[in-house]
């Protein structure tokens, strides 16, 4: 810290004296040292600042498959996970879900895009591509670190709606894994969407489905990941109108009908017997 001249200290000034004599009253080392201690360190940061930023202008060039095999090699070598997690990356780029460019073309592509791909492949799964997401996250995390940031972490943003959620993210994707597809449609209504009342999600009509923006106009719009969206017009077909949850005679599907099929599945993996899907939507 620079300190102002002058007969009266600033009152920045009073507080950097404190902070230094209490530091070197604790530390047992003397003030002068500090000074100098410090000043080296400023040094050491600016030169390893400057090697950073030369080393990230040099990768950023290079080609992404390199990283790939960098990591591959560190991971392969745990010998309970590691090559499950090779072979989903494997699966993934052979899927073509990002362009194997240079490092800086990856950066720019974007990690929720590569999730939301994942999670709408119908190839696989949906335990399968949770999987898969959670080796590209991995993979990720690690190219993150080890480029000093030159490629960000990856955002999840289906994990980032479950952070408040009483009911874990790991439990959510069980339970979804098992049910039909109607009733998952309406997990992940309930689970992804906010404060969601089980009237309001079964009432909602095709008309307020907006695919081209990722939103459902609900009592209010709530946007959902695309893969939501691809279930629901998995679930419509060709229909244009009407409730999304429709009976054989137009009306809309029951509580009743909706909470045996949970039921089922509630039963069958041992979880609370008196679990609905309203506690998929509440937080701590």
């Known amino acids: 810290m620079v300190r102002r001249e002058g007969s009266k200290k600033s009152e920045e000034g009073q507080v950097w004296d404190q902070m230094e004599t209490c530091l070197s009253s604790i530390s047992e080392v003397e003030i002068s040292k500090l000074g100098v201690l410090q000043l080296e360190l400023s040094y050491m940061f600016k030169d390893l600042h400057k090697q950073v930023d030369i080393f990230k202008q040099k990768i950023v060039k290079l080609p992404l498959p390199v990283f790939i095999l960098t990591w591959a090699d560190l991971v392969i070598k745990d010998k309970t996970v590691g090559e499950h997690h090779v072979k989903m990356m494997l699966d993934i780029i052979e899927s073509e879900f990002f362009h194997l460019g240079s490092l800086e073309s990856f950066a720019t592509s974007g990690s929720p895009l590569v999730l939301d791909n994942i999670r709408c492949f119908s190839n696989w799964t949906l335990r399968e591509r ?155």
């Open 130 to 284: 949770e999987d898969r997401v959670v080796s590209y996250k991995l993979f990720v995390s690690w190219l993150s670190k080890e480029t000093f940031g030159c490629v960000s972490e990856a955002v999840d943003l289906d994990q980032i709606a479950s952070q408040k959620r009483q009911v874990s993210f790991e439990t959510y994707i069980k339970i979804l894994s098992h049910l039909d597809l109607r009733e998952r449609i309406l997990a992940k209504m309930f689970y992804l969407g906010g404060s969601r009342g089980l009237e309001e999600v079964l009432s909602v009509k095709i008309e307020d489905v907006d695919f081209k923006k990722g939103v459902v106009h609900l009592e209010e719009s709530v946007s959902y990941p695309r893969h939501l969206f691809q279930d629901i017009k998995e679930h419509i077909q060709d229909r244009k109108k009407g409730y999304v949850f429709m009976g054989k005679e137009g009306e809309r599907i029951s509580h009743t009908t909706s909470f045996r099929a949970l039921k089922k599945v509630i039963i069958d993996l041992k979880l609370d017997p008196e679990f609905t899907f309203r506690e998929l939507t509440k937080n701590f």
